[in-house]
């Protein structure tokens, strides 16, 4: 009986731990941006940083030189990554011109805590020739 109820106990406890943590360590996507629930400069902040997090996911370090010297086939593969990645940004774009904040330039979002972050995946891409 013990060990039925210390299996059960075990089962449940690390259930509930990968669960929590799977959320935790789960990487925001631009797929998951609703474009509609964007409401303020700090939510188009929040979604450009994840839109160019994503960007640094597919790129790496590489430069883009680096990405043209690639074969044919990885670039085509690379391409189908990266135009969902443009095209979530021009809808987050557009929709956040009324918050004076677009893709480039994010200055009136410096407040948000998600600025920071942005700033620097910005930074990175540029010094990899990419935006």
Do not use: W
């Not at 400069?41 to 690639?70: H, P, Q, W, Y």
């Not at 929709?95 to 407040?111: A, L, M």
């Amino acid at each position: 009986m013990k060990k039925i109820f210390l299996l059960i106990f075990l089962g449940l406890f690390l259930n509930s731990c990968n669960s929590y943590l799977g959320k935790k360590l789960s990487k925001k996507s631009a797929e998951d941006i609703d474009v509609e629930k964007i409401e303020d400069a700090c939510d188009c902040v929040e979604a450009f940083e994840i839109i160019s997090a994503n960007f640094l996911d597919i790129f790496g370090n590489k430069t883009r030189e680096e990405m043209n010297e690639l074969s044919d086939d990885k670039k085509e593969m690379l391409q189908k990554k990266v135009d969902p990645l443009f095209e979530k940004r021009d809808e987050v774009n557009q929709h956040c011109r009324k918050f004076g904040i677009s893709y480039k330039r994010f200055t009136n979002g410096q407040e948000c805590s998600s600025y920071k972050g942005l700033s620097k995946n910005s930074n990175k891409l540029k010094e990899q020739g990419f935006k």
